[in-house]
């Protein structure tokens, strides 16, 4: 039998339920009176990509971006209104009345944040969707590309490809990724490790302050264009457009991903993996995903272990590679794939039998991370011994059907080694030997429960602790976790509180972000669980 304590919980949230509605009533008719007085003469033409929840498209626009479904249920928290601009008198328009009337803006272009905060809070707010700046313009004989950051990386790859197979933009492996929010937590894919990450590649930006200012590189200063190309998104203003560099892929790259399981000495593999991969030429990507099956042989629980690479070049170089670096995988000659750059892009996402056409779709079909789910990460820069991976797979096989767990362990080295810990605020570079992206996944009717997925996740994080990074535990801002830190939902967060987390994501480079966020946003308007707090809050 539940005690008053209990209770006090869900007093809490149906009180504070009730002053959130009435609070955002009138903030809400307040909100868009300041809307249609910005530019009157616009007005008409600015109204058709208002939504509020009395739109018959309200829900259908909310969740066409909503890639985790526990962020969808009933008791979330919805935008008061939605704003998907078509220009950029829209976004400043809809910063200065979200200012004007107390209200959080919250931006995204693809959805993919692992904690909703691009389309979730817990105080009254309102939801910048950048779907419709999503314009790709090529310059081949420049090697450049300006990129709005509504579009997906999906999109960037087909435009570009469209123009050039040889050239190509260092984006994220799932194609429904939107490229905003991509960069700023500084984004990595197949080509990270001979290009850095897309943040590495950016030359120059088109930005909106708390102020509606319209800033590019040279009037933003090299402070603020260092903050946002790695910073995270949603702490100094929106990026609505970023000029990037192209980069050089071959006419044929080649592919393999074999499965290994316990019975099939995965274990010594993967150990001997974690010596190999970091060490391997800068034109191979190498990623071990792991999760727990059904084994043909007896029926019992087992453990996989698939080791992927996607090599820039031919069979005929990679081939001899591997049998000098990895003997042991025994990869059989045709175990190797070769495809064009495009259409390793598609074989990654589960897409190899659809057409290029397929990549511009935004729809969640297909997704990498389909379902609800939760996620963590870690950076390793000693190898693990045996004995840890041994207890990494008696967690695994904890699971039950009713879920599925996935350890993606994604090697570093290359060029991510030459590359200071400084340039960007992205710290993770020389001395890390790979980095680990924990999931769980769980079917949509769980939502009612989810804690006993999440708990799980907690335990397993808790265990890894020992054999990964220390002082502080890093942790990658685009796998964003709210279980690292957050700050308070009214945004009045002190710098220590912030550093908790700021530091697991940044290193040292966090001071450095307060610092620029106490130039460009001293009354932190931009903010959210796990933004960056101006120096005095």
């Given at each position: 039998m539940k005690s008053l304590h209990d209770c006090l919980p869900l007093l809490f949230v149906v009180v504070f339920s009730l002053s959130w509605v009435n609070a955002s009533a009138n903030s809400n008719d307040y909100f868009l009176d300041c809307l249609s007085s910005y530019h009157p003469d616009e007005f008409t033409s600015f109204s058709k990509v208002i939504y509020t929840e009395t739109n018959s498209s309200y829900s259908a626009v909310l969740e066409s971006s909503t890639r985790n479904p526990k962020f969808s249920t009933p008791n979330t928290p919805k935008p008061l209104v939605i704003v998907t601009p078509s220009n950029i008198s829209h976004v400043q328009a809809t910063i200065h009345c979200s200012k004007k009337h107390g209200l959080q803006i919250r931006t995204r272009s693809g959805g993919h944040d692992f904690e909703g905060l691009s389309y979730v809070s817990q105080v009254p707010f309102v939801v910048i969707d950048l779907v419709h700046f999503r314009s790709i313009d090529?310059?081949?004989k420049k090697e450049e590309a300006w990129i709005q950051s509504g579009a997906i990386t999906g999109e960037v790859y087909y435009r570009i490809n469209e123009r050039t197979t040889n050239l190509t933009f260092p984006g994220a492996l799932c194609h429904t990724v939107g490229i905003g929010g991509f960069i700023s937590g500084g984004g990595y894919g197949f080509l990270f490790r001979k290009y850095g990450l897309a943040a590495d590649n950016v030359i120059d930006a088109q930005f909106v302050d708390a102020n509606g200012?319209?800033?590019?590189?040279?009037?933003?200063?090299e402070d603020l264009f260092w903050?946002?190309?790695?910073?995270g998104g949603g702490s100094f203003g929106i990026v609505l457009s970023w000029k990037v560099k192209l980069v050089h892929v071959p006419s044929t790259v080649t592919v393999f991903s074999v499965?290994?399981?316990?019975?099939?000495?995965?274990t010594q593999l993967l150990h001997r993996w974690q010596y190999v991969a970091p060490n391997l030429p800068n034109d191979v990507y190498s990623l071990v995903s792991i999760s727990s099956m059904n084994s043909t042989e007896n029926g019992e629980r087992t453990v996989l272990a698939t080791f992927t690479s996607v090599f820039q070049g031919v069979a005929d170089e990679l081939i001899p590679l591997m049998q000098e670096r990895f003997p042991e995988l025994g990869l059989l000659k045709e175990d190797y794939i070769?495809?064009?750059w495009i259409e390793s892009i598609l074989f990654w996402n589960q897409l190899s039998n659809e057409t290029s056409e397929i990549l511009l779709d935004r729809s969640n079909r297909n997704s990498l991370v389909p379902l609800s789910y939760k996620s963590k990460s870690d950076y390793v820069?000693?190898?693990?011994?045996?004995i840890a991976l041994q207890g990494l797979w008696s967690r695994l096989l904890e699971v039950n059907e009713t879920s599925t767990a996935v350890v993606n362990i994604i090697s570093y080295g290359g060029k991510m080694d030459e590359i200071p810990e400084t340039e960007t605020p992205f710290p993770h570079r020389k001395g890390t030997l790979y980095k680990i992206n924990y999931n769980i996944v769980w079917q949509e009717e769980e939502n009612s429960n989810p804690q006993r997925y999440i708990s799980w996740m907690r335990t397993l994080y808790s265990y890894m602790g020992p054999f990964v990074s220390k002082s502080p535990r890093a942790a990658y801002v685009n796998y964003r976790d709210l279980d690292i830190g957050r700050n308070n939902d009214d945004g009045k967060t002190r710098y220590k509180q912030a550093s908790v987390w700021g530091r697991k994501y940044f290193k040292n480079n966090f001071d450095r972000l307060v610092?620029?966020?106490?130039?460009i946003?001293?009354?932190?308007?931009?903010?959210?669980?796990?933004s960056i707090p101006p120096r005095f809050h």
């Open positions: 090529v310059d081949v200012r319209v800033l590019d590189r040279r009037l933003m200063g903050a946002i190309r790695g910073g499965g290994r399981t316990l019975e099939q000495n995965a070769e495809m064009t820069r000693k190898p693990m011994p045996e610092y620029v966020k106490t130039k946003d001293p009354e932190n308007f931009f903010k959210h669980e796990q």
